[in-house]
């Protein structure tokens, strides 16, 4: 159920008297058309230097500059609002270079015709309570409608709008030294959220035009950092607690010692960490996922994003509270004082500020567990519908081992399986729904698990969730996705499955995330970063990228949809390709076709196939000819072919019910059918074993290396006359230096030859 609006409001909260109600009802009309009005243009921002005027004051020149959305908001809100008209004059003659005595004659008389109309309260938003409207946690669109509320959110509202002890406040202290103080460890997130983006910054940055100017070593073999801007990794924070608020360094820490981790200094927790904390795009795709023997590898990244999310979260919380402490202090005084200070900008449209898209369920169950698990207890005293999440995420085996499990007696018993141990890892009785979408918010003393979107600090989704709410908001004017608008902090985790899903849904997700939001949500607008009413949201959002490998997609997203000002970091690779896995002696046949473009290959790759290949099996008389193909719609392509051709074949495709595939498996065994088109999607989700295979033709290579020995190793060893081809342009360098080696393919993309052999 969506939240009530909650009574409970706090001594430093409580709205002077003089405020009436009928001007925040006004206020608020005002504001809800000013957020949702056009960010300005390039050509605005360009434009200010024609009406330049030159001044003799301190040897420098101001320039004039057209109101930003910013501004004119600040305006519209000032028609109705005396304090919000004295502020923007404040910032004007501060902007023109006038001291704050000047035109203060002109601001009496305006006082004295004033007086009667009162003045409004700025009391926080969603950021310090939870009166939000918004759907339940199932609801997809996000509709604002009042609804009743458990009496436990009412708890959780209490502890939130209480004061709460910062880290500057408590003397931590590691083996008896102490830490660095906290204000210092603030500096990335604050430096990086107070950056002004220039308006030659504004033209570019949407051209996704990016140029890696170094390389740095990483913590794994081969492998190297390359960046867009200066090398960082040498300089990054080497003291305690490594830009981390101490509270969570010293929890994390203790975390790590009692798994008999030793100098966390130089883990690679750590230092990935301090990349994360580096507040650049990261594209790590060389990580071994947990299900496939790197379940250590696969806690480190995930440790570390994390711990930068809750850093990232706690610290705007702790921007909020402290704000809120000095508005408490201020409105005893002076008003004006309080809106004219730019420090008290610090909120976004919407409260979320984190959003990690996952592809299944039960990764979401070890992502949420873990986060659990590295708050700090004082934090999580109490975590909320903590049964019902085990209920609908969790997975009855969580151990290392899947082959391994305990009968009702304590006894260990095996079960074997015919499927792959990565495949009994991801999906052996794991929960491997790809729909649903989690909201989660940290109070004082709690975590609370399936919170309303927009009080949420957290959302946790699947990809084809939120595309499903994307379509219902286009669809239902009344439906929004508004709580994706202030997105600060982006996680793509195991992007190789998402890739085995829909990428396009990714895509989607990723385009409408920190868009102006249709409605305004009960933010102060007086409160809102200048970043988000001029539309520059997503040039501020950090996005990270992991994966086990790379693809041509993923490639493309980080370039034109990750357009973060700080800069790029991405891991690059060399490999030494599987072929020794390849347990067969089989003749291993590579041919390259040409292709102008890489809109144009898989044209090129289909007319290569009639012309050359298919005529070679079309009059085959034994059959046996399994052809592999990467892409659905490659699949649609060629099998369309085959029927123009009237050639014997069957399908074991992403779509094919269990029914068709037993009686696919089973003619293409006997021999009554001699072709089969075989999916990587199907193989992915199902790793059905094919026999009778004695023609091997990949109309692509697999994008996940290790199929190509699991399926190569298929082939009928009794066969004589055992054969593979694979099918390759010079855009497949990807998967190809997964297969053969990086100096091999590239070698065969630039030869003179087009055909090679590996036996």
């Given amino acids: ?67 930003t959305t910013y501004d004119n908001l600040l305006a519209s809100l000032g028609s109705s609002n005396k304090v919000v008209a004295d502020m923007n004059k404040r910032r004007q003659r501060e902007e023109e270079g006038k001291s704050d005595t000047e035109g203060d004659d002109e601001d009496e008389e305006d006082e004295d015709e004033d007086d009667d109309s009162g003045s409004e309260d700025e009391t926080s938003t969603d ?105 960082f990794l040498d300089a990054v924070q080497s003291d305690a607690p490594y830009g981390l608020k101490p509270k969570l360094f010293k929890h994390w820490l203790q975390l790590y010692q009692k798994s008999g981790g030793k100098d966390f200094d130089s883990s690679k927790r750590k230092r990935f960490f301090s990349i994360c904390n580096s507040y650049l795009d990261i594209l790590h795709c060389n990580k071994r996922p947990f299900y496939n023997k790197g379940r250590e590898e696969d806690s480190i990244a995930m440790d570390a994003y994390l711990m930068h999310s809750l850093n990232h979260i706690f610290k705007t919380r702790d921007l909020v509270k402290k704000n809120e402490s000095k508005i408490a ?114 109070t004082r003393k709690s975590i609370r698990l399936y919170g309303d979107f927009y009080s949420s600090d957290m959302i946790i989704a699947s990809p084809l969730k939120l595309h499903m709410a994307i379509g219902q908001a286009e669809e239902n004017k009344e439906r929004d996705v508004d709580y994706l608008s202030s997105i600060e902090v982006l996680v793509i985790d195991h992007a190789d499955i998402i890739s085995m899903q829909n990428w396009s849904f990714l895509a989607t997700v990723v385009d409408h995330i920190n868009r102006l939001p249709s409605k305004q949500h009960g933010t102060n607008v007086m409160r809102i970063r200048p970043l988000y009413l001029d539309g520059q949201a997503r040039f501020y959002r950090q996005s990270i990228i992991l994966s086990s490998y790379l693809t041509p997609e993923m490639n493309g997203l980080f370039n034109r949809q990750c357009l973060n000002y700080k800069g790029k970091i991405k891991l690059a690779c060399e490999y030494k390709g599987v072929l020794e896995k390849v347990l067969l002696p089989v003749r291993q046949i590579y041919e390259r076709f040409d292709a102008d473009s890489v809109t144009q290959a898989d044209h090129a790759r289909l007319e290569y196939f009639t012309k050359k290949i298919f005529p070679k099996i079309k009059d085959s008389v034994q059959g046996g000819v399994m052809i592999f193909i990467p892409s659905y719609f490659d699949f649609v392509s060629l099998r369309n072919y085959l029927k123009s051709q009237n050639a014997s074949f069957c399908l074991l495709g992403d779509y094919t019910k269990n029914a068709d595939i037993s009686r696919a498996r089973e003619w293409f065994f006997a021999g009554s059918r001699k072709i089969m088109l075989y999916t990587e999607r199907a193989y992915f989700y199902r790793r059905y074993k094919i026999r009778g295979i004695k023609n091997l033709i990949f109309y692509s290579l697999p994008e996940r290396k290790e199929f190509y020995p699991e399926i190569m190793n298929m082939l009928d060893e009794g066969s004589y006359d055992m054969m593979s081809t694979a099918l390759f342009s010079r855009f497949d360098l990807l998967k190809m230096e997964r297969i053969v080696g990086t100096a091999s393919a590239k070698r065969m993309i630039s030869s003179d030859k087009s055909i090679f052999a590996f036996c």
């Fill in 1 to 67: 159920m969506a939240p009530k609006r909650s009574n409970v409001v706090s001594k430093r909260n409580r709205p002077h008297e003089k405020f009436d109600k009928k001007n925040d009802t006004k206020k608020a009309k005002l504001v809800e058309k000013a957020v949702v009005s056009n960010h300005p243009t390039e050509e605005e921002d360009l434009d200010s230097s024609e009406e330049e005027e030159t001044i003799e004051e301190e040897s420098e020149a101001v320039v004039y500059r057209k109101p």
């Fill in 329 to 442: 202090k201020h409105r005893e005084t002076s008003e004006q004082e309080i809106l004219s200070d730019d420090g008290f900008l610090d909120q976004g449209f919407t409260r979320p500020k984190v959003l990690i898209l996952l592809p299944m369920r039960s990764i979401a169950f070890r992502v949420v567990k873990r986060l659990i698990q590295l708050t700090p207890e004082a934090q999580r005293v109490n975590v909320e519908h903590l049964d019902r999440f085990n209920a609908e995420f969790g997975c009855e085996d969580e151990s290392d081992d899947n082959d391994e499990k305990t009968s009702k007696n304590g006894k260990s018993t095996t079960h074997k399986s015919s499927k792959p141990a990565d495949w009994q890892a991801l999906f052996g009785e794991k929960n491997s729904d790809d729909e649903f979408m989690l909201g989660i918010k940290h």
């Fill in 127 to 231: 950021e310090e309570d939870d009166e939000i409207l918004g759907d339940d946690q199932e609801s997809l669109g996000g509709l604002t409608e009042n609804k009743e509320q458990e009496d436990n959110d009412n708890h959780s509202e209490e502890e939130d709008s209480e004061d709460y002890e910062t880290d500057e406040e408590l003397e931590l202290s590691t083996n008896g030294q102490p830490l660095v103080d906290a204000s210092s460890s603030t500096s990335a997130f604050s430096e990086h959220l107070s950056h002004t983006l220039s308006s030659e910054e504004v033209k570019t940055l949407p051209e996704g035009k990016w140029k890696f100017k170094w390389e740095a070593p990483a913590d794994m073999p081969n492998c190297r950092w390359k960046g867009t801007r200066p090398n």
